[in-house]
């Protein structure tokens, strides 16, 4: 059996995440105490409490996502669990990614944290309110959509940010030239196009700024050789070089997270098993429509703790 573990993306934060395992697992309270001293606040309440409408803020749900993800991969170490020896590659989307790094020894959980609080702050920051937009296309070929966003980037810039697999794109730009490719896509056949409840154009080249703010703060911080590689978002192939992950991170806030063919991937060279780790069992539903050959196990809150260890130890 050959094992990639997977990290959560913005969307799986849900109010009372983690709060199991912090009450069971001191390894668990543990990471979230070190997450709240890195950004010196609380923000384990939040996330156990609410509101969710707190929770939700780009700048609070990405470190709180991870902190989820950083737990149980804790709990797992303390159970026997040994990233670098049980799993083949290791892959999250979109801020998934810091989860991934963090759990493969990249970065350190206070650091991770760190950074994540700056990427959602730059990007929240990037554009002002109301002027851009993202969009869910449902049904149409990449190829499609791709012609799409060229077609209405006469409002402004429109592009693919996510392409999630199971005919899902997501499409992010200025505000006007979204709600153009949106009316298109559906004037060309596609199930639904649907305006989404974000807060910015993320994974666009309007998130310039944010990449610029990620490629300072990545600049500064300690880094390891990752355990296992990563399957990166960009890429949608594995990279072990520090370095060249960090400039893959840089190109991730402004490029496409290519999560179909990172599967697709992982199918093709000799992945049989995705463990996703974290809040929520999205990236689990993903996979089953990319491919269908591959297993999924999410990890999500204690009562899945026993199967997984038994999964990973068979």
Request: charged fraction near 20%; proline fraction near 4%.
């Amino acid at each position: 059996m050959a094992i990639a573990m997977t990290f959560p993306g913005q969307g799986s934060q849900s109010v009372g995440m983690g709060k199991e395992w912090a009450e069971n697992f001191p390894v668990a309270k543990a990471v979230f105490d070190e997450v709240d001293e890195a950004l010196g606040e609380k923000l384990s309440q939040t996330m156990f409490e609410g509101p969710e409408d707190t929770l939700t803020l780009t700048a609070n749900a990405q470190p709180a996502l991870m902190a989820v993800s950083m737990a149980i991969v804790k709990v797992m170490e303390a159970e026997g669990f040994d990233l670098g020896k049980s799993v083949s590659f290791v892959a999250g989307h979109s801020l998934g990614e810091y989860s991934a790094l963090c759990a493969a020894g990249m970065f350190s959980i206070s650091d991770t944290a760190k950074l994540l609080r700056i990427r959602g702050n730059a990007m929240q920051a990037a554009v002002p309110a109301g002027e851009g937009a993202m969009a869910a296309i449902i049904g149409l070929e990449h190829s499609d959509v791709e012609a799409i966003c060229a077609a209405a980037s006469d409002q402004g810039s429109c592009q693919i940010a996510n392409d999630n697999g199971g005919g899902q794109l997501v499409i992010s730009g200025g505000k006007a030239a979204v709600e153009k490719a949106a009316g298109l896509a559906t004037e060309n056949g596609a199930k639904r196009a649907l305006m989404l409840p974000v807060s910015a154009p993320f994974h666009s080249s309007l998130m310039a700024p944010a990449a610029d703010a990620m490629a300072q703060a990545l600049a500064d911080v300690a880094k390891n050789a990752p355990a296992v590689p990563l399957v990166a978002n960009v890429r949608a192939a594995p990279v072990t070089d520090p370095d060249e992950i960090v400039k893959l991170l840089v190109e991730q806030v402004t490029g496409q997270v290519r999560w179909r063919e990172s599967v697709s991937w992982f199918a093709a060279n000799g992945v049989d098993t995705l463990f996703e780790v974290g809040s929520g069992k999205v990236l689990t539903g993903l996979a089953r429509r990319i491919d269908r050959s591959l297993a999924g196990v999410a990890v999500n809150n204690p009562a899945d703790l026993e199967a997984a260890l038994e999964k990973l130890n068979s």
